[in-house]
């Protein structure tokens, strides 16, 4: 609950400290004296977006601190939960757009400080009765009367969509994935087929054009010595160089019959060298099977250069390397698409699973929230009854959806049924008063444990007058009983029921706040009731209205 209020620099508001220690507070003053400027430091301290308009023109920094009795907070850090029950909040915001934020004076984020506020502090305005309007929100206020197993059906059911909806996405991403991957390697398990056999590395092509440029020579030496031997052989015709040596030496032997040993010789001599040069040039020509060899080999070169550019061409790839990089990676994704297939089977009957187990909680979320929504109905009409609504209705449809979401497959719909009048949505048919009542109402109709610390209403009772505002200060009164309720008022009636009085007075350009008692409170409600708080008359009332909230 809210204990202490500390205000520097924030709209008309210089300096000002209010100490809440009464379950029902009031602060009232002249409109134009500076109990919106309050009401921004109230904001503002919530979390509310910081706005360097809102400083005080003398003062450099906005400064608002707030002292809460409050039990532990769900889910907030150790460090800044409250120590002996007390909770110690302050913002800072400078003309720079700076700002600082501290939670047991320690600098917290925006948001952390945020959420620690948010079932400490509600502010309650005029705009509230718009939520009235927001599906979203007549939702939330169903579901807070459902009680537990209303919450763990809603937290189960939201648990199970985010599940559906992490399979459905991860299916789809497969499904995806797998497209991509089949058109991009379709046909890949042809062209691997010919990679294979090819044995590729990444200088390969380079590789057997060298080896192909070495048969080439090889096989133009062998044409070149067969050519030389047949020059010694003479071929078919037999008149190589070896035949006409062996005829010249014959004749050499029959022109000199008588010749010398040494002719003899050296003829013999040179007919044997050239028959071993003849033999030598043959053998070293390898005959036809070395031919065929080559032949062979430089075919088959050939043959696998003209693959690896056809599949180059194929696939618009430059380089062996780019060749191999591309069979690493068809055999790899091919191998997934196999593997996968299984797997995504087994992902879609998971989600089948969960679709089902949504349908299944979100039916029996429909049905605690038919038996929630007839409570709340109930519990307000007795609360709108107390407040001089007892000839309107009102009533909370459940409208069922065409698809489950996260919180269900149905929005609840404020009704107000009015005298001869079929039932109608609450911001059709509801006057700004009833608006009102109707908020009050609902307020009043949640659990103990579903109000604030603190509830602050902002002129929420404007529309209301005589006996409807009577009405509303009594369930204001009563609902403080249950959280501290503070009401920004211009409502004499009701300002009289509450148990502190706050007065906001203007003097020249500075806003000032006391607390008031006694005379100085019987002057400000008389100048509530008739606007002159010398009216000896209007001050007999006020003291008529005190008495009698006493």
């Known amino acids: 609950m809210l204990e202490e209020l500390r205000v520097h620099g924030v709209g008309g508001i210089r300096d000002a400290e209010l100490t809440f220690d009464s379950s029902f507070n009031v602060i009232t003053g002249e409109s134009g004296a500076g109990k919106s400027s309050l009401v921004r430091a109230l904001e503002f301290i919530s979390g509310k977006r910081a706005q360097t308009s809102h400083i005080h023109a003398l003062e450099d920094v906005s400064d608002v601190t707030v002292v809460l009795s409050a039990d532990r907070i769900a ?22 757009g700076r700002g600082r934020c501290l939670l047991q004076d320690k600098p917290v984020p925006l948001n952390v400080l945020t959420f620690a506020m948010a ?50 996405r991860s299916i789809l991403a497969m499904k995806k994935k797998r497209a991509e991957i089949e058109e991009r390697f379709q046909g890949s398990e042809a062209i691997l087929a010919q990679i294979r056999p090819l044995q590729l590395a990444a200088d390969s092509e380079n590789q057997w054009e060298k080896e192909l440029t070495g048969l080439e020579a090889s096989s133009a030496r062998l044409e070149a010595l067969r050519a030389v031997s047949e020059e010694f052989t003479g071929g078919a015709a037999e008149d190589g160089l070896v035949s006409r040596l062996e005829n010249i030496c014959k004749s050499i032997y029959a022109t000199v019959q008588n010749g010398s040993a040494d002719l003899r010789e050296n003829c013999e001599k040179m007919l044997s060298a050239a028959q071993e040069v003849s033999s030598i040039l043959q053998r070293e020509a390898g005959g036809r099977d070395a031919e065929e060899m080559l032949e062979e080999a430089r075919d088959k070169l050939e043959k696998k250069i003209g693959q690896i550019r ?36 087994k992902m879609e009957n998971e989600a089948s699973l969960k679709r089902k187990e949504t349908s299944r909680l979100a039916v029996q979320l429909r049905a605690l929230r038919k038996c929630a929504a007839k409570k709340l109905a109930e519990t307000v009409n007795r609360n709108l009854n107390d407040l001089a609504m007892e000839y309107a209705a009102f009533e909370i449809e459940i409208d ?26 609450v911001g059709k048919t509801a006057s700004g008063g009833e608006l009102s009542r109707i908020l009050i109402a609902l307020q009043m109709s949640l659990g103990d444990d579903k109000l604030p610390g603190t509830l602050i209403f902002d002129e929420v009772e404007a529309g209301l007058g005589g006996r409807t505002a009577l009405l509303a200060g009594c369930k204001l009164r009563e609902l403080s009983r249950r959280c501290r309720t503070v009401l920004i008022t211009h409502e004499a009636t009701i300002a009289a029921m509450a148990d502190k009085h706050f007065l906001v007075r203007r003097e020249g ?42």
Not at 132 to 138: A, E, V
Not at 331 to 341: F, G
Not at 523 to 550: K, N, Y
Request: proline share 3%; with cysteine; hydrophobic share 35%.
């Open 75 to 96: 889910d907030l850090d150790e460090e800044y939960q409250p120590q002996e029950g007390s909770l110690i909040a302050r913002r800072v915001f400078s003309r720079g």
């Open 119 to 168: 079932n400490e502090l509600v502010i309650q305005s005029q705009f509230a009765q718009l939520e009235l309007l927001d599906p979203s929100k007549q939702l939330e206020l169903v579901d807070s009367c459902g009680g537990p197993e209303l919450l763990e059906t809603r937290r189960a059911l939201g648990s199970a969509f985010a599940d559906a909806i992490t399979l459905e």
């Open 310 to 345: 056809k599949l180059k061409r194929t696939l618009n790839i430059q380089t062996c390397a780019g060749v191999l990089d591309y069979a690493d990676e068809a055999t790899k994704e091919t191998e997934w698409l196999k593997s996968s297939w299984s797997e995504l089977e």
């Open 400 to 425: 069922e959806l065409d698809k489950v979401r996260a919180n269900g497959a149905e929005n609840a719909v404020f009704m107000l049924r009015l005298p001869d009048q079929e039932p109608l949505p």
């Open 509 to 550: 350009d500075e806003t000032y706040i006391s607390q008031i008692s006694g005379e100085a409170r019987e002057r400000e409600i008389a100048r509530m009731l008739a606007g002159d708080e010398t009216s000896r008359e209007a001050i007999e009332h006020a003291r008529s209205l005190l008495a009698g909230a006493r």
